[in-house]
């Protein structure tokens, strides 16, 4: 069975950081493209950040850019998402996903999701 678990998610104040684990079983993810997207309340889900297998492509939503980095080791079948300088608006479900081909932002195109994990930020 194949399994994305996140992990990571909490309770921190503007301007703190968090860092995000997406861990990947089942299934040998390491040539996949990892991506991560979330999901506030009432909203749709959208793009954060992707990562192809080689991590020689990257891709951000407009919104994290200088402040996410994605990170992924293959050995460990593990993805990352490095999150600094959060605000009250970075509040959300936060998903890992994986896709077979390349770096991708549509949340259609990838094939396997984990479960979500809460990053809610204060004011």
């Known amino acids: 069975q194949v399994q994305l678990v996140e992990s990571g998610g909490g309770l921190v104040q503007a301007g703190g950081s968090l860092r995000l684990s997406c861990a990947a079983s089942g299934r040998t993810f390491s040539t996949y493209t990892k991506g991560w997207f979330r999901q506030a309340p009432g909203k749709e889900r959208?793009?954060?950040a992707a990562i192809s297998w080689?991590?020689?492509n990257t891709n951000y939503a407009d919104s994290v850019k200088g402040?996410?980095?994605i990170s992924r080791n293959n050995a460990e079948n593990t993805v990352y998402l490095q999150m600094n300088s959060l605000k009250p608006?970075?509040?959300a479900v936060y998903y890992c996903a994986a896709r077979r081909s390349s770096v991708v932002t549509g949340r259609t195109e990838y094939d396997y999701w984990g479960q979500g994990t809460q990053?809610?930020?204060s004011s």
Do not use: G, I, M
Request: charged share 25%; aromatic share 14%.
């Open 46 to 48: 959208e793009f954060v």
């Open 67 to 69: 402040r996410f980095t």
């Open 54 to 56: 080689t991590a020689t």
């Open 119 to 121: 990053v809610t930020v």
């Open 89 to 91: 608006e970075d509040t």
